[in-house]
């Protein structure tokens, strides 16, 4: 598995930022939400657009954002079907958590199960929703 770039970790951690921000101010005030905009990403390239997007908008939208007016919603690419992938995240042992999941769904990879490693039931179910297929050693 490659190593995100710094600028990959860069532009990552100002999107968690902006959403980090965003989170609090949607879920304090449930039910005056103005706008739900959808968004799929499933690349980088599409999580810096994504990013540029939100940096490059009207102070009336960013106003909207920052006040909860307009919250988004990850969905999955429409109609893609999970690719196929050649990637792998392999994990002998221990416990198998969000975190490997995560880990493979950025590298576009499945996770490998050792005989001794143990998934966990948040771990499945963020696998589930996130397409990340997961394969038990024989």
């Given at each position: 598995?490659?190593?995100?770039?710094?600028?990959?970790?860069?532009?990552?951690?100002?999107?968690?930022q902006v959403l980090q921000e965003i989170v609090?101010?949607?879920?304090?005030?449930?039910?005056?939400?103005d706008a739900v905009e959808p968004v799929?990403?499933?690349?980088?390239?599409?999580?810096?657009?994504?990013?540029?997007?939100?940096?490059?908008?009207?102070?009336?939208?960013?106003?909207?954002?920052?006040?909860?007016?307009?919250?988004?919603?990850?969905?999955?690419?429409?109609?893609?079907?999970?690719?196929?992938?050649?990637?792998?995240?392999?994990?002998e042992k221990g416990a198998v958590t969000e975190r490997h999941v995560r880990e493979a769904k950025v590298a576009g990879a499945r996770l490998v199960l050792g005989r001794r490693a143990v998934l966990t039931p948040l771990a499945r179910d963020r696998a589930r929703t996130a397409g990340v297929e997961i394969m038990r050693e024989d």
């Open positions: 598995m490659n190593a995100p770039s710094p600028e990959q970790d860069l532009l990552r951690q100002m999107v968690r609090p101010a949607t879920t304090a005030g449930a039910g005056a939400t799929s990403v499933t690349c980088d390239a599409e999580l810096t657009a994504f990013a540029r997007k939100v940096a490059g908008a009207t102070p009336e939208v960013r106003d909207a954002i920052l006040a909860g007016r307009t919250t988004f919603r990850l969905t999955p690419a429409a109609g893609a079907p999970a690719p196929a992938s050649t990637a792998v995240v392999h994990v």
